[in-house]
């Protein structure tokens, strides 16, 4: 069983944390897989109250939870109703801001590509 890697805390772990040092910035996500350097495994506990150092940023990531916000083919009908409703007037501006889709929570995780996120494989 894998324990939380805090000094005197002997707790199951439930959640590691990946400090990216060249990000400033510590990832709390779902327990790894496999052990990884810079990684630490931490029970719910020190999970909860984990603080990141001064400068740095905590990214929690929920474990099993798909990133919020729509899917693509959400965005792709909003779209669809958008152009539909507009018809035959002439495309209002928020079209293209519904088109840009860039403004969801996946973006944000997504630019940290070259971290591992690790998911069960359903
Ligand atoms: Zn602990």
Redesign the pocket.
């Known amino acids: 069983m894998r324990r939380?890697s805090?000094t005197a805390?002997g707790?199951a772990a439930v959640a590691t944390l990946t400090y990216v040092y060249s990000d400033s910035t510590a990832v709390l996500g779902p327990l790894a897989t496999y052990a990884e350097p810079h990684c630490y495994d931490?029970?719910a506990?020190?999970a909860e109250r984990l603080t990141a150092p001064r400068g740095w940023e905590v990214v929690r990531l929920a474990p099993d939870l798909e990133p919020p916000g729509p899917t693509h083919d959400d965005l792709l009908a909003l779209a669809d109703a958008v152009r539909e409703a507009a018809r035959p007037r002439p495309a209002p501006p928020e079209q293209a801001a519904v088109g840009g889709g860039s403004e969801y929570g996946t973006t944000e995780i997504g630019r940290r590509g070259h971290l591992r996120v690790l998911r069960d494989d359903r």
């Open positions: 939380c805090r805390c707790r931490l029970c506990e020190h």
